[in-house]
């Protein structure tokens, strides 16, 4: 694990760190994570930096896409993964604000 971490730069680091915090259930834009990290015009290296996320089960890149809303790439793929992973997350964000209410 150790040879992943130091293979990532420290500008990597503070993308992947930022995208961590994207709520189960939501998405945020590429221009979001750039503006929120001070490199406003820095998006087609956030997208190379979560490319190499080595970490994929615990900061979730996927919840990153394109301004305009569509999905833009995943893992160097388009479309069906990242779709199905965004459209799984929605159900389970819901089914658990559904379970706070119940429970007051």
């Given at each position: 694990?150790?040879?992943?971490?130091?293979?990532?730069?420290?500008?990597?680091?503070?993308?992947?760190?930022?995208?961590?915090?994207?709520?189960?259930?939501?998405?945020?834009?590429y221009q979001?994570?750039?503006?929120?990290?001070?490199?406003?015009?820095?998006?087609?290296?956030?997208?190379?930096?979560?490319?190499?996320?080595?970490?994929?089960?615990?900061?979730?890149?996927?919840?990153?896409?394109?301004?305009?809303?569509?999905?833009?790439?995943?893992?160097?793929?388009?479309?069906?993964?990242?779709?199905?992973?965004?459209?799984?997350?929605?159900?389970?964000?819901?089914?658990?604000?559904?379970?706070?209410?119940?429970?007051?």
């Amino acid at each position: 694990m150790k040879n992943k971490q130091k293979k990532l730069s420290k500008f990597q680091w503070k993308v992947l760190a930022r995208v961590a915090t994207i709520p189960l259930g939501e998405t945020r834009s590429y221009q979001w994570v750039a503006e929120e990290i001070k490199s406003p015009k820095a998006m087609r290296v956030i997208g190379q930096a979560l490319r190499r996320n080595p970490y994929p089960l615990l900061i979730p890149c996927h919840r990153v896409i394109r301004k305009d809303g569509s999905l833009g790439g995943y893992a160097g793929r388009y479309g069906k993964r990242k779709a199905q992973l965004l459209a799984a997350e929605r159900e389970i964000a819901a089914e658990i604000i559904k379970i706070k209410k119940d429970l007051g």
